[in-house]
């Protein structure tokens, strides 16, 4: 009976492997049999939950055809954790194990995923109760016959063992402080392994990531002196620069610089210029201010972005 149920455990998990490209190792700690059917009946139709010992998964994925595929998830298969296979969008699974979560009372000599507090205000305890907060250091005073909380207080921080003490408290309270379920640890995509956090970055967030890296980039060529499609226009931008300080300086002129050098040869025109460019009023004056002062700004940002660099580098 056991070697049958084993064949027919590795057939299915061969066949999870032959159909599926990506998948979600999660940890199942806390996690009872009947929370596991109900997010089994969640994924259905979108994603398939196994779970097994680690030591026989990791045979069969060693002896599977596809082994440079999903061998990176070997190492990853330690302590209590199942594999959800899918083909859909890895973000909408996850969302999905997160909706499946429940409460959960604190048992003494767990470990608290999240720091527990008690919440200021009555708690419909009788006054011979006294005792057992006060051991807990928390501030009480009787009202209208029961005990009330003065401030919010944590008993548990994250990380620490939930004691006896703070356990009996939180079950007269009636808090359920914990929240378990499957927990996405790793995921595997495209024939490679990441965290399960990097579901959570938005399209903003890698925006603003690639965004980086072209700057990066774009500071590294210039410095080095090599023009890449990154650093090509702060090349041409500085270029003109040095072209146009020349062209003020010395009697070589040309299209783009005509208008500056008549301004500069013509004192008056440049005054006219600067005088419609004032402010039109003084109850004007506060705004136009503050435009100078986001054009100051905008204008040393754009000094920064192109290297510091001046006009005859």
């Known amino acids: 009976m056991v070697a049958a149920k084993k064949e027919v455990y590795v057939a299915r998990l061969q066949g999870l492997l032959d159909t599926y490209n990506k998948v979600m190792l999660v940890l199942v700690d806390n996690v009872g049999s009947n929370q596991i059917q109900n997010i089994r009946a969640e994924l259905r139709g979108t994603a398939e939950l196994i779970m097994g010992k680690n030591t026989m998964i990791r045979r069969i994925l060693r002896q599977n055809k596809n082994i440079n595929k999903f061998g990176l998830l070997i190492p990853e298969l330690a302590g209590n954790v199942g594999l959800v296979f899918t083909n859909n969008d890895l973000s909408d699974i996850k969302t999905i194990l997160e909706q499946s979560t429940v409460a959960a009372p604190a048992k003494a000599g767990a470990i608290a995923p999240v720091d527990v507090v008690v919440p200021a205000g009555d708690t419909g305890l009788e006054p011979t109760q006294t005792a057992t907060l006060q051991r807990l250091n928390i501030a009480t005073r009787i009202n209208k016959g029961q005990i009330m909380i003065l401030n919010d207080h944590t008993i548990i921080h994250k990380g620490d063992k939930v004691g006896a003490s703070e356990a009996a408290l939180l079950q007269k309270l009636k808090i359920m402080p914990f929240k ?41 060529s210039l410095k080095i002196g090599l023009p890449t499609t990154a650093s090509i226009r702060h090349s041409l931008s500085r270029g003109f ?26 004192p008056e025109a440049l005054a006219a210029l600067q005088a419609a460019a004032a402010p039109a009023s003084s109850a004007a004056a506060p705004a136009e201010s503050g ?15 192109e290297m510091g660099f001046s006009l005859f580098d």
């Open 291 to 305: 435009k100078a002062a986001e054009a100051a700004k905008e204008e040393e940002d754009e000094e920064e972005e």
């Open 241 to 266: 620069k040095n072209v146009l300080s020349i062209s003020v300086a010395t009697d070589i002129t040309f299209k783009q610089s005509e208008e500056l050098k008549n301004l500069l040869d013509n």
């Open 180 to 220: 378990y379920g499957l927990v996405p640890h790793v995921v595997f995509e495209s024939g490679a392994v990441f965290p399960a956090t990097v579901l959570d970055l938005t399209q903003e967030d890698l925006t603003k990531k690639f965004l980086a890296g072209v700057a990066n980039i774009a500071s590294i």
